[in-house]
């Protein structure tokens, strides 16, 4: 699961906005241990998530010794002071360096911006077909023995197997999401009723129209870039241009990163459903 770094924002010198980087200066509310450098990360400001840089260091080519966290956050123009926001680390894309002049320190952060904003572009999209089964089922492999080694007993019976994965693909419902050609995450996007919330030990929001999310994986080397996120946010633009009226997911109790994901999405929380191998909590979303 991903860690948030909480903390709050405070004025810093007024540089950044001068280099054409404006930072938000953060006093984390405990300590970060991070080495100096510049990170890719997630930033969440009242709520939004948003892509950003971090630079930890003591800016020694201004001649300054005092460590800062500061963080540009990309299309963000509001004054945040004394706000608190968090960030999450994605992944470090060098170490800090004392650059012979201004020009050579805002030529390098505008290369951090650009290669942090490629490592941090949502992956693309695609109907699954069978030639990404082999990519799919490697993806999922990692997915179980993540969860096998959280002891979360999900996903530790042998399902999702080739045959679901066959089933997702004859059916359409299987979406693959591709980051420079390379499949990083799969889910299936499933429209009609499903047996499974049929009963349920609670109440649904609204009737039957609606879809629901199964089989989400992500590529062990792709964790942490919010790409579940993204996958929930895009199978709800999927059903709105569709015009269905409601989102249901289920998820295990002890899922906690599939909890948490859920109720950051706006879900609501409906009751337990009994699916093939145990109960799970079920939520829903209406859309319309
Ligand atoms: C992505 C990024 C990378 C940075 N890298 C360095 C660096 O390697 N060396 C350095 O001295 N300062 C570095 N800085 C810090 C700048 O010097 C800093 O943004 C500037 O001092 C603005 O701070 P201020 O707004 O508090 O005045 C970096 C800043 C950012 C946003």
Redesign the pocket.
């Known amino acids: 699961m991903s860690f948030w770094h909480t903390g709050t924002v405070i ?9 054409g ?3 938000a ?1 953060l006093l984390p509310d405990s300590p970060v241990g991070l080495e ?3 990170y890719a990360v997630r930033v969440r400001v009242d709520g939004k998530c948003h892509k950003g ?3 930890v ?6 001649k ?1 010794d005092t460590l ?1 966290f ?3 956050i990309f299309n963000f123009r509001r004054k945040i002071y004394h706000e608190r926001i968090a960030f999450s680390i994605v992944a470090k ?7 012979q002049s ?1 020009e050579e ?1 805002v030529r ?2 505008e290369a ?2 650009a290669a ?1 904003r490629g490592l941090l572009r949502a992956p693309e999209h695609a109907l699954a077909k069978t030639s990404h089964l082999q990519s799919i089922m490697t993806i999922i492999g990692q997915a179980k023995a993540r969860m096998g080694a959280q002891h979360i007993d999900q996903w530790q019976d042998g399902y999702p197997n080739e045959e679901s994965i066959i089933t997702d693909i004859n059916k359409k419902q299987g979406h693959v999401f591709v980051k420079d050609h390379q499949v990083v995450a799969y889910a299936a996007i499933v429209h009609g009723k499903d047996p499974y919330y049929e009963n349920i030990d609670g109440q649904w929001l609204t009737n039957d129209n609606y879809i629901t999310v199964h089989r989400i994986a992500i590529h062990n080397d792709f964790l942490h870039r919010g790409y579940a996120d993204h996958i929930i946010r895009y199978a709800e633009k999927y059903a709105k241009k569709q015009g269905i009226p409601s989102f249901r997911i289920d998820t295990h109790h002890d899922n906690l990163f599939m909890r948490n994901l859920i109720r950051n999405n706006g879900f609501t929380y409906c009751g337990i459903v009994q699916v093939r191998d145990g109960e799970r909590l079920a939520y829903e979303k209406p859309l319309l």
Request: hydrophobic letters at 30%; glycine letters at 12%; proline letters at 5%.
């Open positions: 004025h810093g010198y007024g540089n950044g906005q001068k280099f980087f404006p930072t200066n100096k450098g510049v840089m971090l630079y260091g003591t800016r020694p080519t201004l300054l800062t500061e963080i540009h894309i060098r170490d800090e360096k004392r650059f201004t320190l390098a952060i951090d911006s942090i």
